[in-house]
């Protein structure tokens, strides 16, 4: 009913910059509210880390935000999240997932992307 697709995410030299977004849309006769989104990332071996969350109102609560390297941003027209990533280092290399908590008539709950993998090259 709800599907999560991310994008933006590959390979980059060290010091380089990447832009994730991730959309939220639904079956065809399927309207929710979003409540918040945000964005984790995951490393082998490791626990998901909280990145960020944006909510609807725009209030954003950063959890890590690699000091100051990330920005969280939303579309909320388009249901869209975004995590703007400068100065990147061989140790942001993992895999990101973005959530939406959303709520509806028939469902709600978090759900999320697929997970997009960035790659930081020294």
């Known amino acids: 009913q709800v599907q999560l697709v991310e994008s933006g995410g590959g390979l980059v030299q060290a010091g380089g910059s990447l832009t994730l977004s991730c959309t939220t849309s639904?079956?065809?006769?399927?309207?929710?509210?979003?409540?918040?989104m945000g964005w984790f990332r995951q490393t082998p071996g490791n626990q998901r880390e909280l990145i960020a969350t944006?909510?609807?109102?725009?209030?954003?609560k950063t959890e890590n935000d690699a000091n100051g390297r990330f920005t969280i941003s939303m579309n909320n027209a388009a249901n869209t999240v975004y995590l703007q990533m400068t100065d990147l280092k061989p140790e942001d290399t993992a895999d990101y997932y973005c959530?939406?908590?959303?709520?509806?008539?028939?469902?709600?709950?978090?759900?999320w992307g697929q997970g997009t993998q960035v790659i930081v090259s020294s």
């Open positions: 959530h939406a908590d959303l709520e509806s008539t028939q469902f709600g709950g978090r759900y």
């Open positions: 639904g079956s065809v006769g399927v309207s929710f509210v979003t409540h918040a």
């Open positions: 944006i909510f609807s109102t725009g209030r954003i």
